[in-house]
């Protein structure tokens, strides 16, 4: 797993990018997976998602690591989440002058995304990594 992506509005995560065996970056719904001990466990490759630059998860979720570092209540920064058993945002993790700390997310409003750049189709075709030969 690569990133997790939080939806745009709701304080809650949408799902993962996942970088899969052919380099290709793909989108994984946590409704269609589940949490095991120590991993992410799908039933099938087939719920995972092509995750191309203008999809919708990409132009309007938040991935959790652009959010990290932002600043949050005056003074401290967004260092982390937790979530709930239901993928809701629990607790922020904030970073300030006395340190880490876990806070309730009790009516705190996430960063607002920031602008991503819009990127051409000829770009993308670019930006694709090589495919492997078998």
Do not use: K, N
């Not at 719904?29 to 099938?44: D, I, Q, T, Y």
């Not at 990409?58 to 058993?85: I, K, M, Y």
């Not at 750049?117 to 492997?132: D, E, G, L, M, N």
């Amino acid at each position: 797993m690569v990133d997790v992506l939080v939806h745009p509005t709701d304080s809650r995560a949408l799902g993962a990018d996942v970088l899969c065996g052919d380099d290709r970056h793909r989108f994984l719904a946590f409704p269609a997976a589940r949490l095991g001990r120590s991993a992410l466990e799908v039933s099938s490759a087939l719920v995972l998602l092509d995750l191309q630059d203008d999809s919708s998860y990409r132009l309007e979720a938040r991935a959790l690591s652009e959010l990290r570092g932002t600043p949050v209540d005056g003074g401290s920064s967004l260092q982390d989440v937790v979530f709930g058993p239901d993928w809701t945002i629990a607790e922020l993790v904030l970073t300030g002058s006395e340190g880490p700390q876990r806070v309730p997310l009790d009516g705190r409003v996430l960063p607002p995304r920031g602008e991503r750049p819009r990127v051409s189709r000829r770009q993308r075709r670019r930006r694709r990594p090589p495919r492997r030969s078998r």
